[in-house]
């Protein structure tokens, strides 16, 4: 088994490079070739006039302010994320630890609107603001994920976004706060949501580094920095943050199917600002039976199948069996 442990921060090396940035409402053959040479490279881009109204986006931010802002037992009865729910401070199962606390949840529909009685005293619009958010972040995943098989020139173009258009896909959806350095301390976080101007410094992780198991991650966040992408082993190239804009990173399951192609970037989130960050994710996710392996135009003599097709159960049962910062995929290859 190949364990990758997390570098600890102090070791690492801060590189700050010009990430790719593409522009939706560009020519449409050049933005897949556009999309399909970010995914190569950096697994990583920045999706701008994405067309998702913002007014989507700043309603869940609310949900998950006010969620956040309640006191720590109250936020607690809503967890823990077993495997949904709130979350504080452990990520998964296996002693993962970060200076976050989150909302993890499946975006199957009955389950929205079954949980959103926990997180809000007004579950109908926490249940309608993350219902639109998904539903915005699906379209466009499922939109990126057809510009990206044109660019690839796959036969089959619907061959990635068929996974999540699925009604049994396995998306996942997640509210994350880092919390503002405290007032009284250099390196403790404070997880009320006081904005701390007076604070010292202190970098902690907030997510451990790590790579995403599904097939594509669409990410927005406030106007805090925090994220970073690693595309060397101990670099860290620091993601400025944007409001207005998707990131977009490739996962295990699309290195996978492009036949290692796309890489899966690794990433993760440190805290040390003296203001909140907010983050919402969702990952786009195959249904639990469907058969992972790389379309036929995407193997060639040159370029061998890299990897045995597995489930995305069986891919999804081995993540949860190891830590964050595993390289998981690395135990599909058939070389
Ligand atoms: C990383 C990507 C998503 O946030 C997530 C995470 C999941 C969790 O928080 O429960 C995992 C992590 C993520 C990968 C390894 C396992 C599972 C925590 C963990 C230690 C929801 C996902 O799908 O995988």
Redesign the pocket.
Known sequence: MVVATPTPIRSDKIEAIDLPIIDLSGERSEVSKLIVRACEEFGFFKVINHGVPFDIISKVEQESLTFFSKPIPEKQMAGP?N?FGYGFKN????G?MGEVEYI?LHTNPLSISQCSKTFSNDPSRFSSAVSGYIEAARRLACEILDLIADGLWVTDTSVFSRLIRDVDNDS?F?LNHYPPLSKDSDTSPSYNNNNNTNSCSGTKVGFGE?T???ILTLLTSNDVGGLQISLDAGVWTPVPPDPTAFWVNVGDVLQAMTNGRFKSVRHRAITGSFESRMSI?Y?AAPPLNAKITAPPEMVKPESPILYRPFTWAEYKKT??S???GDTRLNLFRLD
């Open positions: 994320p495997p990520i998964g199962f296996n993962d993890l996942m997640r790590h995403d198991p599904q994710a990952f993540t949860y190891l830590r964050l």
